[in-house]
């Protein structure tokens, strides 16, 4: 699919908007669609994304705001009806090979009123692509900018629906407020929320993010940190039995990343980590034991401390099973990185994380450990909200769930007659 986007300006332009273009783009690049932009101001900021700058679309072009000043004052200028115009050729010319166009706030609000005619009379002559309105906000329904509105148009043009248009606001919220301002029926408008991307968000460098891609953990449902190095004194094999009765207690797609290498200075520590893969196997927890040292076949890998640090951005709690600490500085770091820490009974675990700490003297059963585990994270009010963030609000997911089926609808309807 060919998509076109239109707004004032473009990424690398700071806004809210150009947000939503850039991971739109970026997100359907990736995915093999073809993306074409066109704005008043911006660059070709991804590999692949076709830009076109078209002086007329920006809000903040000189001709643009003369024109605007007199439309405030609630005069219609001989000039507008040529620039008018002239951006219906401009946007003719620059979208003909799409097959759908998104139009960002130039349909309900007024910063480009010439902008919004041209796009009306395309729509309504049924010429070129067909076009999804993306509301963001509403001049009609703002007391600060009714100064600047008048009866008939263009101003009107903002208050109500165009034929063959289909309407998407960013929450529910909005599309209650449209459905009043358009007089239609709250089904008729599509949500489509904006995201986050994790990766960027957990400042995760190329290393971690291939791994956590690698590994898919933004998709599993509970991902636990075990930083430490491969020896027997961190237990390791203990954390692979509570994962594997989190799993089976939860039915939750728990993972397990261990961070570190063998220990360099106990021969038997390689084989050691044999040990922990014949047990990883035994227990079906292949695709849930990740070992950062395996993750790159034939070259040992070896995270430094920046790295482990945006490990724990990733995860969602810690997992430390050592049999003995001095002190245990992993506890303090999920402290700070606001993890859950479920370890072994340590006094120094005690010592520092108090309270606020679940442990679990030796010889629990690991199926104990299991349901404490998951009775304490389903009560944690702010893992379940950065689940229900991963599962709903990343900008793939809102690409592929909602945005893709929704562009493939309006590419192959029929036109209106």
């Known amino acids: 699919m060919h998509v ?4 004032y300006a473009a990424p ?16 359907l690049l990736a995915q093999g669609h073809q993306v074409t932009v066109v704005a008043g101001r911006g660059e070709a900021v991804l590999p692949g994304m076709v830009f076109r700058r078209e002086p007329l679309v920006d809000s903040r072009h000189e001709p643009i705001l003369a024109l605007q000043r007199a439309l405030a004052a609630g005069h219609v200028p001989g000039e507008f009806e040529e620039t008018v115009e002239t951006l219906c050729q401009a946007l003719t010319h620059h979208l003909e090979a799409c097959d759908v166009v998104i139009g960002h706030n130039l349909f309900t609000l007024h910063k480009n009123l010439a902008l919004t005619a041209a796009v009306h009379r395309l729509v309504v002559a049924g010429e070129g692509p067909p076009w ?29 629906p165009w034929p063959g248009v289909r309407h998407v606001t960013v929450s529910a919220a909005q599309r209650d407020d449209l459905a009043a301002l ?10 489509v929320p904006p995201g986050v991307e994790p990766l960027r968000f957990f400042r995760c460098d190329g290393v971690v993010a291939r791994l956590v891609e690698q590994w898919r953990l933004l998709e599993a449902d509970c991902t636990f940190l075990l930083p430490a190095r491969i020896t027997r004194r961190k ?14 207690v939860s039915g939750w797609d728990a993972r397990l990343v261990v961070t570190g290498p063998p220990g360099p200075h106990n021969p038997a520590n390689a084989a050691y980590l044999e040990e922990l893969l014949e ?6 927890l292949e ?4 070992f950062a040292y395996l993750a790159t076949p034939g070259t040992p890998l070896l995270l430094d401390d920046e790295q482990v640090a945006a490990l724990y951005q990733v995860a969602d709690a810690l997992l430390f099973p050592s049999r003995q600490e001095g002190f245990g500085i992993p506890v303090l770091e999920a402290g700070l990185g606001r993890l859950p820490v479920f370890a072994a009974a340590l006094p120094p675990f005690r010592e520092s994380g108090g309270e606020h700490v679940t442990l679990f003297p030796d010889g629990t059963p690991p199926d104990e450990v299991g349901r404490t585990i998951v009775r304490v994270l389903e009560r ?11 599962r709903r609000f990343t900008w793939s997911t809102i690409v592929q769930r909602r945005l893709l089926p929704l562009l493939g609808e309006v590419a192959h309807r029929p036109p209106v007659a």
């Open 12 to 27: 690398p332009v700071v806004g809210g908007v150009e947000l939503t273009i850039y991971h739109h783009a970026r997100v």
């Open 279 to 284: 047990l990883r196997r035994s227990l079906g």
């Open 182 to 191: 358009y007089g239609l029926p709250p089904q008729e408008i599509s949500v």
């Open 4 to 7: 076109g986007m239109v707004h």
């Open 235 to 248: 237990r390791i094999e203990l954390g692979l039995r509570w994962l594997e009765a989190v799993r089976r």
């Open 380 to 390: 944690d009010r702010a893992f379940r909200f950065r689940r229900r963030v991963l």
């Open 132 to 160: 999804v309105a993306w509301h963001h906000d509403f001049a009609w329904l703002r007391p600060q900018y009714r100064p600047e509105l008048h009866p008939g148009e263009p101003w009107e043009l903002l208050r109500r």
């Open 287 to 290: 695709d849930a034991v990740h």
